[in-house]
């Protein structure tokens, strides 16, 4: 006969281990999957990448700033953990375009969440990583400086910058315009991205941003910069020159 001690002893074991099991079970019903791909919400995954300190400068950073004055140092530069954008959450085949590792998770998880914000509506990618090579090709070819960043200062060369629209669950197309009728797209970028380290950088114009509107173009800066951005109603142009102008003075 075991003791009443052990009893005891013996019960809070089996009750721990049918609690463990359970809130495993439960942690597995909050994984998120299409087909044979899961992704799990990660609401907090990303606080390690919260720690405040910047780096402009750096071809490799997350926060590589990029006009026609600060250019990469390397002109054909190339990230080198560019990866293929997996996700099942986006309205074209993701996995077609490559960002940046970290970034290319961030968006996947951003993806699902609109997706399910607007129950079915997705994410369309039509550019996201484009070489020094591609860069030239695309101005030579038609596009206009002020529309295309010239090579070696373009975002999408960073393997951090992202050009969309929206496909509905009706397989309507929709851009993410706002300037003639409210875009409900657009305000749910414009309020959630951040959270998952994504900006909108050419939002104000020439004069501000020195490339024109572009409401389409989504740029990972990382969470800490994106929501700091955010906080204060500015594009990363406009942080940066008050950034450089102060450390100038």
Not at 164 to 172: E, Y
Request: aromatic share 16%; charged share 20%.
């Amino acid at each position: 006969m075991l003791g009443s001690r052990m009893k005891i002893v013996l019960l809070s074991a089996f009750f721990t281990f049918a609690f463990a099991m359970l809130f495993l079970a439960l942690l597995q019903n909050n994984v998120h999957a299409s087909g044979t791909v899961a992704y799990q919400l990660v609401s907090t995954f990303w606080s390690e990448y919260t720690t405040p300190g910047f780096d402009f400068d750096d071809d490799a950073s997350l926060q590589k700033y990029l006009n026609a004055d600060h250019p990469f140092l390397d002109s054909s530069y190339v990230p080198s953990d560019l990866v293929p954008i997996d996700s099942n959450f986006t309205a074209n085949v993701s996995k077609t375009f490559k960002l940046r590792q970290e970034a290319a998770l961030a968006f996947a998880d951003m993806a699902w969440h609109f997706r399910d914000a607007f129950s079915g509506d997705r994410l369309y990618i039509s550019s996201a990583y484009r070489s020094a090579w591609f860069q030239d090709f695309l101005i030579k070819q038609w596009c206009k400086l002020i529309k295309c960043a010239q090579m070696g200062t373009s975002e999408h060369q960073a393997g951090l910058a992202v050009d969309l629209k929206i496909i509905t669950r009706w397989w309507t197309s929709h851009s993410l315009d706002i300037t003639s009728n409210p875009n409900k797209y657009y305000d749910w970028l414009k309020s959630h991205a951040a959270t998952f380290g994504f900006h909108n950088t050419y939002q104000k114009g020439i004069d501000v941003d020195g490339k024109i509107v572009e409401w389409w173009h989504w740029r990972y800066v990382w969470i800490s910069l994106a929501t700091l951005l955010a906080d204060k109603e500015q594009t990363f142009a406009e942080y940066y020159n008050t950034i450089h102008n102060e450390v100038s003075k």
